[in-house]
């Protein structure tokens, strides 16, 4: 069956510039996540939705980063005015409940020059 | 949030067992250890957990102490597929609905 996606697979963008990154979930996974994951670095949470809930922003390491999540299913990650040190792997993952397995996407690759 | 121990890495030959081990004497009553892989430039993928009894499925199986305050993820045959970085986790009402991701051990499987 379908996984999770994400797109793009790979994004190449210019310092200040702002980037917005997709992820569509499992279909009827009620809760949606964002790590990412910097070279040589471990997973880090980023944001988390569930249902009709106000998300958990508390991961998102500054004002600049935002996402939304419509219909209770694609969601998108935002980061605006990109620094360098934005460059990471964002992985987005999806789970039926709170606390089931999380399966997660394959990953958007973002650098920023 | 309760921590978790791992080794930075383990070897193993292909076709033998392999136990990865995880301290977490911090856990608490109600959370939930889980066990998630990583192979190379791929996301993360889940394989198993448990609260207090062993448990089995097709990928592995998640040997818990009595006491609960370690645990032993076991691949009953390693394959060269198996080679991944393996991540110990606790989940739980208080712990939260995020993955809280450690150091992880660094498994390579030998031909």
């Known amino acids: 069956g379908a996984g999770v996606s994400q797109s793009p697979s790979n994004k190449v963008t210019e310092k200040g510039k702002d980037v917005e990154l997709r992820c569509d979930p499992i279909?009827?996974?009620?809760?949606l996540y964002w790590y990412r994951q910097s070279l040589g670095q471990g997973l880090e949470f980023l944001i988390y939705?569930?249902?009709?809930?106000?998300?958990?922003k508390s991961g998102l390491p500054s004002d600049r980063f935002s996402a939304e999540r419509t219909g209770g299913s694609v969601s998108t990650l935002t980061i605006q005015r990109t620094q360098q040190e934005d460059s990471a792997v964002y992985l987005c993952?999806?789970?039926?409940?709170?606390?089931?397995?999380?399966?997660f996407g394959p990953g958007t690759r973002l650098t920023v020059t | 949030d309760a921590k978790t121990t791992q080794p930075n890495s383990m070897e193993s030959n292909e076709e033998e067992p392999v136990h990865l081990p995880c301290n977490h004497s911090?856990?608490?009553?109600?959370?939930?250890i889980h066990w998630y892989r990583q192979l190379p430039s791929q996301g993360p993928e889940y394989v198993i957990h448990?609260?207090?009894s062993n448990v089995n499925n097709r990928m592995a199986s998640l040997a818990i102490a009595e006491d609960r305050k370690s645990s032993t993820l076991i691949l009953h045959r390693a394959t060269l597929r198996d080679a991944a970085v393996y991540y110990c986790?606790?989940?739980?009402?208080?712990?939260?609905?995020?993955?809280?991701f450690g150091e992880g051990t660094q498994l390579t499987v030998n031909p």
């Open positions: 939705f569930q249902g009709n809930s106000a998300p958990d």
């Open positions: 448990g609260l207090t």
């Open positions: 986790i606790l989940r739980g009402w208080t712990s939260g609905s995020r993955l809280t």
């Open positions: 911090t856990i608490s009553g109600t959370d939930y």
């Open positions: 993952a999806s789970s039926l409940e709170v606390l089931d397995e999380q399966y």
């Open positions: 279909s009827g996974h009620t809760a």
